[in-house]
């Protein structure tokens, strides 16, 4: 197991900066997501953490010691790819024992090795098949194994389920989650999913355009996001944001409608982004709440996204009540009082 810290760490291929100045302490242990967009730099640092990359600034600390000139093979880190990236002459066994024999270890250690991972990732069955006789979920399986066998300080994974459907993907999250808690091992996860990095992480570090826009744990970033970045990447509705004004009694108005009281005291007449989740607001009759009109309904099985139209602007709602609702009806919106969230327009920094 091992810490990896990150100090001042940059990149630049030549086009621009890639990576700007990151700042991280990755603790024993921990399973902690690179959440980003694609293009955002998640795989380079990731690589520059396992040595397949130098970085052009900044230092790179595992387990305390600077391995800025360390060689990969010598960092002790396994990684996982999207690609499973397996030989497809050998079997799975031949597979997992393969950096095992590199290293020369004996015989009887790699059988050993081999079939302790593969009875925890249950493919013992499978020791003797080749990878094209597997599904992508062993695949990734067998991917993993061969991680597992070397025994590393810190797991480095790339995206690794984004080939799987959605089914075998869920299902994946929960086995590398269950290996996590059963081996401890570091591990850093790099995914553009925020399902993935919600569900799997024990903190995530949200990345856009080669910086760290906030860290945290999973719910501290989504009940209390630095920023419009992070608001908008996690959630599913997304967050709605709006364009409200501060009204002289301290109320968020939005196209004319009196919304909700701001969650702090601001000058009267400031412009700001108002943050709302679809899952806080609620449903009532148009004389009983904020005048809105339906604009469409989804059907989730657990409940309904009402897309709704206030003025010139579109918000969505997720909501259990099974009151009939059809696209044009008028309802009325309620807005709970510790709902908004406030952002500055220009920069989308939260102000409340
Ligand atoms: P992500 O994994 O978040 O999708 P990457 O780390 O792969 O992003 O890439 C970040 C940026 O760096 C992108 O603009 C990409 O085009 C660029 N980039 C990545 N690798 C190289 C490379 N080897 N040479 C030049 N540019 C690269
Ligand atoms: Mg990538």
Do not use: W
Request: charged residues 20%; aromatic residues 4%; contains cysteine.
């Amino acid at each position: 197991m091992a810490t990896i810290t990150l100090s001042n760490v940059s990149k630049d291929y030549g086009g621009g900066p890639v990576l700007r100045g990151i700042d991280l302490e990755i603790r024993e242990g921990e399973f902690v997501a690179l959440m980003g967009p694609s293009g955002c730099g998640k795989s380079t640092l990731l690589r520059l953490i396992a040595g397949l990359e130098e970085p052009g600034g900044g230092q790179i600390h595992i387990d305390g010691r600077l391995v800025n000139d360390v060689a990969p093979k010598d960092r002790d880190l396994a990684m996982v790819f999207q690609s499973y990236a397996l030989y497809p002459h050998m079997t799975v066994r031949e597979n997992m024992s393969f950096a095992l024999k590199q290293r020369r270890l004996p015989q009887t250690e790699i059988t050993k090795a081999v079939e302790a991972a593969a009875a925890k990732l249950g493919l013992t069955a499978l020791l003797e098949r080749k990878p094209k006789a597997l599904s992508g979920g062993q695949r990734q399986r067998v991917a993993m194994g061969r991680a597992i066998v070397r025994d590393p300080k810190a797991f480095l994974f790339d995206e690794p389920l984004s080939n799987l459907d959605a089914r075998l993907r869920e299902q994946m999250r929960y086995e590398i989650r269950k290996l996590h808690r059963e081996l401890g091992a570091t591990s850093v996860y790099v995914t553009h999913d925020q399902v993935e990095a919600m569900t799997m992480a024990d903190r995530i570090v949200a990345l856009n355009d080669g910086a760290i826009q906030q860290v945290g744990s999973p719910q501290d970033l989504y009940d209390n996001p630095a920023n419009l970045f992070v608001a908008g990447f996690l959630g599913s509705p997304p967050m709605n944001f709006l364009d409200a004004t501060l009204a002289p009694d301290g109320a968020l108005v939005v196209e004319g409608q009196t919304l909700v009281r701001a969650p702090l005291s601001l000058p009267p007449g400031t412009t700001v982004t108002l943050g709302l989740r679809p899952e806080h607001l609620a449903l009532t009759t148009p004389a009983d709440g904020v005048p809105v009109r339906v604009d469409m309904v989804e059907p989730t099985g657990t409940g309904r996204v009402v897309h709704l139209a206030l003025g010139a602007q579109r918000l969505k709602l997720f909501t259990m009540d099974t009151r009939p609702l059809a696209p044009g009806d008028a309802v009325g919106l309620m807005v709970p009082p510790g709902a908004p969230l406030l952002f500055q327009p220009g920069t989308g920094t939260r102000i409340g």
